[in-house]
């Protein structure tokens, strides 16, 4: 499928999932600004305030930007993974079309995460310049963590499209593993908390590696390592288009099971 040539399709149907989402609220948009500072507040209590953890420099001041950055990451992809496997079901009149791309499903519904992920990077950017932090340092981070990230959910995405349309409880499986992505991941603590044998797990969290490699640069926590970022941007590659190839393949049964 060229992106180009439906691109206008694309930006209507995702600009239209953006207004469904939010259709008849009161606060409307602003719920996605909201979503994340409600949350943030939360963990910021309860591992900073009542566990008191603490981080970046042993500062319990710095908590809550540390938290944000790696929550941020959380959130997309786990609201991702929820939209993305229940597509082909909840667009069973697109799918029956011959003609419709179906391609243009996982991209409409990914760029509609997107800008949540916007939202949450514009809150922690500006928290930031708030609490007098270094800008740059955060805009780097974002620049150089974000496009193999965004490859690699990508990836994900046509992944849990494709096996969405087959297996019908996969989005109850999703809700579940939220919960384990979120301890099983160096968001809620540093990875240095884990044993060791625990760690190799932690690695295999789809956005562990990228908190590690933002928090390394925007703040100066963790270590940045080249090695690890270079294998995470081939694995990304990898999960891509082994993901868009699988969509591809298995587009051609899904008019039967909707």
């Not at 908190?211 to 999960?239: D, G, M, P, W």
């Amino acid at each position: 499928m060229s992106v180009v040539k439906y691109k206008d399709l694309i930006m209507q149907i995702a600009k239209r999932n953006i207004h469904i989402k939010y259709k008849g609220s009161m606060l409307g948009v602003f719920w996605s600004f909201l979503n994340p500072l409600f949350l943030l507040a939360v963990y910021t209590f309860v591992f900073g305030f009542a566990f008191k953890t603490k981080w970046g420099g042993n500062s319990l001041t710095s908590y809550p930007l540390i938290l944000f950055s790696g929550l941020i990451f959380h959130f997309f992809i786990i609201e991702l993974l929820a939209t993305s496997s229940q597509l082909i079901n909840g667009n069973a009149n697109y799918v029956k079309k011959v003609v419709f791309p179906l391609e243009v499903l996982i991209l409409s519904n990914f760029l509609a995460q997107i800008f949540n992920l916007l939202i949450g990077a514009t809150l922690l950017i500006l928290a930031v310049i708030i609490t007098q932090g270094k800008i740059i340092n955060v805009v780097l981070a974002f620049l150089i963590v974000l496009p193999p990230f965004i490859i690699l959910t990508l990836g994900v995405s046509y992944i849990f499209g494709a096996l969405g349309a087959f297996v019908k409880d996969i989005v109850h499986v999703v809700n579940l593993a939220s919960t384990l992505f979120l301890f099983v991941s160096p968001i809620l603590f540093p990875l240095s908390v884990f044993p060791d044998f625990v760690k190799w797990i932690v690695y295999f969290n789809p956005i562990s590696i990228a908190v590690i490699e933002f928090r390394a640069i925007a703040f100066n926590i963790e270590t940045f390592s080249l090695s690890a970022y270079v294998i995470y941007f081939a694995v990304s590659l990898l999960i891509f288009f082994g993901g868009r190839g699988m969509f591809n393949r298995l587009s051609r049964g899904f008019a039967d099971v909707v």
